[in-house]
């Protein structure tokens, strides 16, 4: 969390590239352009009539796929708002793009830098930046507890195999928590509690949208309510 100045901030994953610049190559590349960006600000932050709510993508997984068990502690919670479109397609890329948040979400409960529920939905680039971010915690000695929503996402294509996927993320709800003392960090809730996520995915041989590439911004107009 990025609300008060607890030990450990959550989110958002350590990455190189600023976030305007890997926005540009994630949605050039899959052919995503402006004319989207008013229809990005009317829904961020906002809890649209028509959105749908449901635990993790990973409760739901009906293929035949081998995946990690993403299972959360009783006090960790997920919400996904509209993460079902009705296309085949990017229902898919949305439920995968939903499962690599839980599996950070798995290592950092887990205090586990090498999850296998990381290298599973991330790849290059994006795993590097996964694992060192949980390895803040398991430095800290930090973990999490409460409940995050995800909402208002959206994602574009370029070809069969590749993918961008944009969402918000609302963390006012969730907290650091000590591992040994348990002890909450329940700071109040700023602009920085909820963050723009930009990822590229890309599908694999297993038939799993892994996560390449991950940009984020904390505070974005595009998700504070």
């Not at 040994?180 to 890309?202: C, F, G």
Request: aromatic letters at 6%; proline letters at 4%; glycine letters at 6%.
């Amino acid at each position: 969390m990025s609300h008060g100045e607890p030990t450990v901030k959550r989110r958002p994953l350590p990455v190189a590239a600023a976030l305007a610049a890997t926005a540009a190559l994630l949605l050039t590349a899959c052919g995503s352009g402006d004319d989207k960006s008013s229809e990005n600000d009317k829904i961020a932050g906002a809890d649209t009539g028509g959105s749908t709510k449901s635990a993790s993508p990973s409760a739901s997984a009906s293929d035949d796929i081998e995946r990690p068990d993403l299972s959360l502690p009783n006090d960790v919670k997920e919400i996904f708002e509209g993460w079902k479109t009705g296309d085949v397609a990017q229902d898919a890329v949305l439920a995968d793009a939903g499962r690599s948040m839980t599996a950070v979400e798995r290592a950092i409960t887990d205090g586990d830098a090498n999850s296998p529920a990381l290298s599973f939905y991330y790849e290059g680039e994006a795993l590097v930046g996964a694992a060192k971010w949980v390895q803040t915690f398991v430095d800290h000695n930090a973990t999490i507890s409460g409940t995050t929503r995800y909402y208002a996402p959206e994602v574009s294509f370029s070809g069969e195999k590749t993918a961008a996927v944009t969402m918000c993320a609302d963390e006012s709800k969730v907290f650091n928590k000590d591992r040994k003392t348990k002890k909450i960090d329940k700071s109040a809730p700023t602009d920085d509690s909820y963050v723009y996520y930009i990822s590229r995915l890309e599908l694999n041989s297993k038939k799993v949208w892994v996560t390449t590439e991950v940009a984020s911004k904390r505070g974005s107009e595009k998700c504070t309510p």
